[in-house]
Nanobody
């Protein structure tokens, strides 16, 4: 009943910028944290950045200063601004949301389909 759809992936040259968007829709009572993960071929999925409904953020240490996460609670949308991109940033980026569909049901993680980001050297 909950869908997350990502936009903004693509091919970019090293040093360039890209902005990803993810909109949640469906049966949503509330959303606590929203986050971005990424997974490169043959590697483990890792957390990129997270943001609470109150605006508290958390980043992977290697990405601080280059990536910025933000959200629009009214639109149930989370963004990831990526600057100074490096070839090692190449991965499939996934949106995640901690969603509560009802007051009487526990929250659960909902995942987007993923969007490919490729950084060329």
């Amino acid at each position: 009943q909950v869908q997350l759809v990502e936009f903004g992936g693509g091919l970019v040259q090293a040093g360039g910028s890209l902005r990803l968007s993810c909109a949640a829709s469906g049966s949503i009572f509330s959303i606590n944290a929203m986050s971005w993960y990424r997974q490169a071929p043959g590697k483990q999925r890792e957390l990129v950045a997270a943001i609470t409904s109150g605006g508290t953020t958390n980043y992977a240490d290697s990405l601080k200063g280059r990536f910025t996460i933000s959200r629009d609670n009214a639109k149930n949308t989370v963004y990831l601004q990526m600057n100074s991109l490096k070839p090692e940033d190449t991965a499939v980026y996934y949106c995640n949301a901690d969603v509560r569909s009802s007051l009487y049901k526990p929250s659960f993680n909902s995942w987007g389909q993923g969007t490919q980001v490729t950084v060329s050297s």
